[in-house]
T-cell receptor
Framework: AQSVTQLGSHVSVSEGALVLLRCNYS??????LFWYVQYPNQGLQLLLK??????LVKGINGFEAEFKKSETSFHLTKPSAHMSDAAEYFC????????????FGAGTQVVVTP | EAQVTQNPRYLITVTGKKLTVTCSQN?????MSWYRQDPGLGLRQIYY???????DKGDVPEGYKVSRKEKRNFPLILESPSPNQTSLYFC??????????????FGDGTRLSIL
C-alpha cells in the first residue's frame, strides 16, 4: 500500500529565502510522485511530477524536487521565496501509471513574510 | 478551455436530505475521481471511475454513491447526508497517465455544510 508523509503542517519563510518542503513516501512498487499547490478558494494545480528517468525534476514557478529512492523522499525546494508562493502544498504518490488513484499527504501551509 | 466544472460551489443543507454534486469535464478523459479535503488530513479519495460504467471505491466511500453513465459526467450522491460529511469536495479527471502530462485536472471545489 502507498502512503505519503509531509513533515510540518505549517512552514514560515522570509521573502527571498529558501523554501524546503519535505515529503516521504512508502510504496511497494516504483512510485510516481507529484507536488500540487492549492491557492485559497481554488482547486489543485500540478507543480511537478516524477515518473521515470532524471531524479531532479523541475516544475513551474521555479520549484524543483529530487527523488531519492534510498531515502524514500521527494522534497520540494525553491531557492528564493516570493510572496505569491503563499499557499498549501500537497505531495502525492501513485503506484500505477493510470494515475487515477492518488494518495495525498496532509499538506503543508506556506506563509511568506516580508 | 479545458476544465472540470463542479456544481454547486457552496451548499448548506440538513441531515438526511439527499443531495447531488455534479461534475463535468470537457477533455474526454477516461478517469474521474472524487476527493474530500479536511484540515490536517489532506485529500482522501472517495470514489474513482476508469471509464463509463466502471467505478471503484477509494479510501473513504462510506455514505457516498457515484455513477458514470456518460464519459463527461461523474456525479457524487449523498443519499442521507450527515454532519461528518461536512467538507470541501473536489472532482478531478485525467487521461491514462502515460498519455498525459497532467496527472489530474481538478475542479474548483464544492463546500458542503451538513447541519
Amino acid at each position: 500500500a502507498q502512503s505519503v508523509t509531509q513533515l510540518g503542517s505549517h512552514v514560515s519563510v522570509s521573502e527571498g529565502a529558501l523554501v524546503l518542503l519535505r515529503c516521504n513516501y512508502s510504496s511497494s512498487v516504483p512510485p510516481y510522485l507529484f507536488w500540487y499547490v492549492q491557492y485559497p478558494n481554488q482547486g489543485l494545480q500540478l507543480l511537478l511530477k516524477y515518473t521515470t528517468g532524471a531524479t531532479l525534476v523541475k516544475g513551474i514557478n521555479g520549484f524543483e524536487a529530487e527523488f531519492k529512492k534510498s531515502e524514500t523522499s521527494f522534497h520540494l525546494t525553491k531557492p528564493s521565496a516570493h510572496m505569491s508562493d503563499a499557499a498549501e502544498y500537497f505531495c502525492a504518490v501513485s503506484e500505477s501509471d493510470s494515475w487515477g488513484k492518488l494518495q495525498f499527504g496532509a499538506g503543508t501551509q506556506v506563509v511568506v513574510t516580508p | 478551455e479545458a476544465q472540470v466544472t463542479q456544481n454547486p460551489r457552496y451548499l448548506i443543507t440538513v441531515t438526511g436530505k439527499k443531495l447531488t454534486v455534479t461534475c463535468s469535464q470537457n477533455m474526454n478523459h477516461e478517469y474521474m475521481s472524487w476527493y474530500r479535503q479536511d484540515p490536517g488530513l489532506g485529500l482522501r479519495q472517495i470514489y474513482y471511475s476508469m471509464n463509463v460504467e466502471v467505478t471503484d471505491k477509494g479510501d473513504v466511500p462510506e455514505g457516498y454513491k457515484v455513477s458514470r453513465k456518460e464519459k463527461r459526467n461523474f456525479p457524487l450522491i449523498l443519499e442521507s447526508p450527515s454532519p461528518n460529511q461536512t467538507s470541501l469536495y473536489f472532482c478531478a479527471s485525467s487521461l491514462r497517465g502515460s498519455e498525459s502530462n497532467q496527472p489530474q485536472h481538478f475542479g474548483d471545489g464544492t463546500r458542503l455544510s451538513i447541519l
